[in-house]
Nanobody
Framework: QVQLVESGGGLVQTGGSLRLSCAAS????????MGWYRQAPGKQRELVAR???????NYADSVKGRFTISRDTANNTVYLQMNSLKPEDTGVYYC?????????WGQGNFFNYWGHGTQVTVSS
């Protein structure tokens, strides 16, 4: 299985910064894409940023120019640097990893795994 440990959420004022981290562990054979999603109260979960194994990134329009996603491939860790935070960035941020596991008989298929979420609150 895959364990995802998220950290870095918290309370910050408008214009402030936070850095989220998500470390993946377990019997991982390889990781394809890693990303961050968020869910605000009463809204659907949405993609914030995603980075592929070849470091191609894509961002939600609402965070372009303010957020930066990066990954440490050797340590199976993904980061989200969030600058110029706005109240509308408030929500629970979930780490997502598309990974393939190693089994005694070989490698499985790629599946999406989710972290438990970390709360980000931006006060006005």
């Amino acid at each position: 299985q895959v364990q995802l440990v998220e950290s870095g959420g918290g309370l910050v004022q408008t214009g402030g910064s936070l850095r989220l981290s998500c470390a993946a562990s377990g019997n991982i054979f390889s990781i394809n894409a890693m990303g961050w999603y968020r869910q605000a109260p009463g809204k659907q979960r949405e993609l914030v940023a995603r980075i592929t194994s070849s470091t191609i990134t894509n961002y939600a329009d609402s965070v372009k120019g303010r957020f930066t996603i990066s990954r440490d491939t050797a340590n199976n860790t993904v980061y989200l640097q969030m600058n110029s935070l706005k109240p509308e960035d408030t929500g629970v941020y979930y780490c997502n990893v598309n990974a393939r596991l190693q089994y005694s008989w070989g490698q499985g298929n790629f599946f999406n795994y989710w972290g438990h979420g970390t709360q980000v609150t931006v006060s006005s």
